[in-house]
């Protein structure tokens, strides 16, 4: 979209930012759509023709671009193609049509009242065909997960129906899927200690807090876990998931749960491998690598060619897609067919209970022999995972979230976002599910099914009610050595080797937080998280305690702090003034404070200039503020410092510099107050 021509007087406004002769010709507010020319304030926009009750009005125009655009919608939104055969809004994705692009608009409490009432026929085969793709791919990820979890199997299941449920209402991004997670398993396994009450109870805590914050607006938090933090910790994560079901294809029992114990205890035994597990796991393996690399080579077929060329594509794009489903369906065959022979070489599942979970509360108490654990012994038992669990949640979901939507084009509600997990982590603590969260996995098949709206979750939520209530007793023959080979697969890619070397070349000291997040990972996922994040604000608070200072010698000594003054900086900027002004090699010079880049100080800066003011003063020199923002300058003028002087801006300081020392007659912005009022 052009730039909007400058405005002239008469017409919108003066052009000077301070001028307040004449009234723009359209004041704006906020919350409205104004037109093409977007927040600019420089013209009315054109009037809308009425449409139908509920529907926005249309504005005149014509082409999917003009009508995005005179919409008030998001460029993110024009840019989407639509699903060929719908006639409504041709261009514009279901979930972003009739949004306006206003800053800091929100979705309603219910997303799905913006796009089910403009449903498309269209989409419909799409969401369908989106919802069979994921479901069969969760289904044995389920599963599998479960085990790495070390919960009964049947709790994989329960965990992967509620959160498509709940996102279909909730949500705001077409692709997201919410379920069970390698990530999220790994960490279950470290807080519910196996035992399946404390795995419920922590999904229902879980979802507790992340729905309080976000009815609090507190999702800004996850801003303080940084890149090479997430990167460390998914990088170990894969390299610990994936040696834990080495055990599994090797058919290996009674391998401890810590990491350097498991590396220790599998190479000791590796003589009592199972050599059916084995064989069987790296067949699994080998078949997932090479369906996944013909899926990501695979040609896609042009519209122009043969029937039977374009049917062959779907057929291998659907087998490479659903590839956990295939392997595990052919290694339960394998495994059927050696029962019926009378020998079994494999490691079975064993037998999952049938039927859905009862709707129930979690139980908030937990019997043993010995006695009743109660809920606070519960919770202190879970103790630092009731904050890791729902904040890696949090930002494993925002994270999925805001990449697909970059990808495909559509906007998201980070706070909805949060809302949506929160709910689902309640609801599904009531049918037994541990704690679940965004799955990157099974967002890209959803994706790149082509799925047009949540309402694909539908479809895979009821495949996974249909699997609990008929197919379990199917399960018992699924070899434990295929399960581990759908979860190696699908966590070996998030190791990104790349990032080292990436942060080497960009930005080193950022190569501390991840380094220290990696290896200590290895030791416990808390500890690896934590560390991270309390090196990574480290840095963060070195770098406003010794923000940049450029200092140009000369007549006058010209500082020039590059960032915001907190209270942290004021004892280094003191210092680098008084070296420098004071310095025995120079005669003594007066200062020049340059405040552009400052945006906001404190009560202990103030008082740390006051100080200043009076250091440089006893020495026979003056400290001239210039470049001052508004906001800074009102707390200084509210300080009513000492021999305070700021000129508008650094040439109209050094022009003043003639009248040594500076007075009130110099400078009409002087303060000519005696006393401080902060230096007693």
């Given at each position: ?252 029992q009674g391998i401890p749960r810590q990491f350097f114990l498991q590396v220790y205890e599998t190479l000791r035994r590796i003589g009592e491998t199972r050599a059916g597990d084995a064989v069987l796991g790296l067949a699994c ?396």
């Amino acid at each position: 979209m052009a730039p909007a021509p400058a405005p002239t007087p008469g017409r919108g406004g003066s052009s000077s930012p301070r001028s307040h002769g004449a009234a723009p010709a359209a004041q704006i507010r906020p919350g409205r759509s104004h037109g093409p020319r977007g927040r600019s304030g420089l013209a009315r926009p054109a009037p809308a023709r009425p449409g139908p009750a509920g529907v926005p009005p249309r504005p005149p125009g014509s082409g999917a671009a003009a009508a995005g655009a005179r919409a008030g919608l998001s460029p993110l939104c024009r840019a989407v193609p639509s699903v060929p055969g719908c006639p409504r809004r041709v261009g514009l994705s279901p979930l972003c049509r009739a949004v306006p692009a206003m800053p800091g608009s929100r979705c309603p409490a219910l997303p799905v009242l913006r796009w089910l009432p403009r449903y498309c026929r269209a989409w419909l085969p799409l969401d369908l065909l989106a919802g069979l793709a994921v479901g069969l791919t969760a289904v044995p990820q389920a599963l599998a997960y479960a085990e790495l979890a070390g919960l009964p199997l049947q709790y994989g299941l329960y965990s992967s129906f509620m959160g498509c449920f709940v996102y279909f209402f909730l949500g705001t991004a077409k692709d997201v899927t919410l379920g069970p997670t390698a990530i999220m398993s790994l960490l279950v396994s470290s807080y519910a200690f196996h035992e399946p009450v404390y795995a419920v109870l922590l999904a229902f805590l879980s979802g507790c807090i992340q729905l309080a914050m976000a009815l609090l607006h507190l999702g800004f938090l996850l801003d303080f876990i940084s890149c090479p933090v997430i990167k460390g910790f998914t990088s170990a994560a894969s390299i610990t998931i994936s040696f834990n079901q080495i055990k599994n294809i090797l058919g290996l029992q009674g391998i401890p749960r810590q990491f350097f114990l498991q590396v220790y205890e599998t190479l000791r035994r590796i003589g009592e491998t199972r050599a059916g597990d084995a064989v069987l796991g790296l067949a699994c393996l080998a078949a997932l690598a090479a369906l996944r690399a013909m899926k990501s080579r695979l040609p896609r077929a042009a519209s122009a060619e043969p029937l039977a060329a374009r049917i062959s594509c779907r057929i291998v794009w659907i087998s490479a897609t659903a590839r956990n489903a295939l392997v595990v369906l052919f290694a339960g065959l394998v495994a059927y067919s050696f029962q019926v022979m009378g020998s079994q070489p494999l490691t079975l599942t064993g037998s999952i209970p049938q039927g859905l979970p009862a709707f129930r509360l979690p139980r908030f108490s937990l019997a043993e022999p010995n006695g009743t654990v109660p809920f606070l012994n519960m919770v202190e038992d879970m103790g630092v995972g009731l904050a890791v669990v729902p904040l890696m949640g949090l930002l494993e979901t925002i994270a999925i979230a805001k990449a697909f939507a970059s990808q495909n084009g559509y906007r998201i509600d980070p706070n909805q976002e949060l809302l949506a997990l929160g709910v689902a982590n309640i609801l599904g603590s009531f049918v037994s599910s541990y704690p679940i969260t965004g799955s990157f996995g099974r967002t890209a098949v959803n994706a790149q099914s082509g799925v047009c709206t949540p309402a694909g979750g539908l479809v895979t939520g009821a495949l996974v009610l249909l699997s609990l209530a008929y197919l379990t007793s199917l399960f018992y023959y699924i070899p434990k050595a295929a399960l581990a080979a759908v979860i190696i697969s699908a966590v070996l890619p998030m190791f990104d080797v790349g990032i080292f070397r990436t942060l080497w070349r960009v930005k080193r000291l950022d190569l501390v937080p991840l380094c220290v997040t990696f290896l200590l990972c290895f030791w416990e996922v808390q500890y690896g998280i934590v560390a991270g994040v309390l090196v990574s604000g480290i840095l963060l608070l070195y770098s406003i305690a010794r923000p940049p200072i450029k200092v140009s010698e000369g007549d006058m000594l010209l500082v020039q702090p590059g960032s915001s003054l907190h209270f942290p900086a004021i004892e280094c900027l003191r210092d680098t003034v008084c070296s420098r002004a004071l310095a025995a090699a120079s005669p003594p010079r007066s200062v020049i404070l340059d405040c552009c880049h400052i945006s906001s100080i404190d009560y202990t800066v103030v008082v740390g200039l006051a100080e200043l003011l009076q250091e440089l003063h006893k020495h026979g020199l003056s400290l001239a503020f210039c470049g001052l923002k508004d906001p800074v300058l009102q707390v200084l003028l509210s300080a009513d410092l000492e021999g305070f002087q700021h000129f508008p801006s650094r040439e109209e300081a050094e022009q003043c510099r003639g009248a040594e020392p500076w007075d009130s007659r110099t400078d009409p912005f002087t303060s000519t107050t005696e006393s401080s009022g902060l230096i007693q």
